[in-house]
T-cell receptor, first 114, second 117 residues
Framework: AQSVTQLGSHVSVSEGALVLLRCNYS??????LFWYVQYPNQGLQLLLK??????LVKGINGFEAEFKKSETSFHLTKPSAHMSDAAEYFC????????????FGKGITLSVRP | GAVVSQHPSRVICKSGTSVKIECRSL??????MFWYRQFPKKSLMLMAT?????????EQGVEKDKFLINHASLTLSTLTVTSAHPEDSSFYIC?????????????FGPGTRLTVT
């Protein structure tokens, strides 16, 4: 069984500030981990993924995440927030199979203040 | 590459009618397609997993007779909401996994907003 916990539902940062969105997972098998972003009334766009290679994963738009097995975490960070980063962010976990189901966290809304 | 489209993007139908939503992988072949439902300000709920040429696998609590899924080819899956009711109003999103393995990720469509009046 797999699950994802995203604590809090809303994070607000100032433009230029550090973005930190937390994700903890639970998995009975080696996990594959993903961060997706969703803009209003749109589908999901993959930001980055961890698939058992390097533990520090760099994604699009300046985002990165670090897989920490000991902490069962996969937190998403960006050094400097931009107004265009305001969106809904979802962390997800799947098993190692190519067609494994994704289990999503409940999502976090990121707001960026001017 | 790896583009998934959905049609229609928005549909309004009357209660009791059926509506079909198409999900297409435009530039790759998909072994598996997934259908999700998303309520306002909520996460995605997996409804079913669809494999080409076989019956879909539905998640617990999802009515298979109400949400008919057909995966007739490696690039097309359809979701038909039968006898729709206002409580079926939602945002439906599909995703597809490429036939060529190793990517271990799903590519998502832009979603379909269904409103049942």
């Amino acid at each position: 069984a797999q699950s994802v916990t995203q604590l809090g539902s809303h994070v607000s940062v100032s433009e230029g500030a550090l973005v930190l969105l937390r994700c903890n997972y639970s998995s009975s098998v080696p996990p594959y981990l993903f961060w997706y972003v969703q803009y209003p009334n749109q589908g999901l766009q993959l930001l980055l993924k961890y698939t058992s290679a390097a533990t520090l994963v760099k994604g699009i738009n300046g985002f990165e995440a670090e897989f920490k097995k000991s902490e069962t975490s996969f937190h998403l960070t960006k050094p400097s927030a931009h107004m265009s980063d305001a969106a809904e962010y979802f962390c997800a976990v799947s098993g190692p199979g190519a067609n494994s189901k994704l289990t999503f966290g409940k999502g976090i809304t990121l707001s960026v203040r001017p | 590459g790896a583009v998934v489209s959905q049609h229609p993007s928005r549909v309004i139908c009357k209660s009791g009618t059926s509506v079909k939503i198409e999900c297409r992988s435009l530039d790759f072949q998909a072994t598996t397609m997934f259908w999700y439902r998303q309520f306002p300000k909520k996460s995605l709920m997996l409804m079913a997993t669809s494999n080409e040429g076989s019956k879909a696998t539905y998640e617990q609590g999802v009515e298979k007779d109400k949400f008919l899924i057909n995966h007739a080819s490696l690039t097309l899956s359809t979701l038909t909401v039968t006898s729709a009711h206002p409580e079926d109003s939602s945002f439906y999103i599909c995703s597809a996994t490429p036939l060529q393995g190793g990517l271990y990720e799903q590519y998502f469509g832009p979603g379909t907003r269904l409103t049942v009046t």
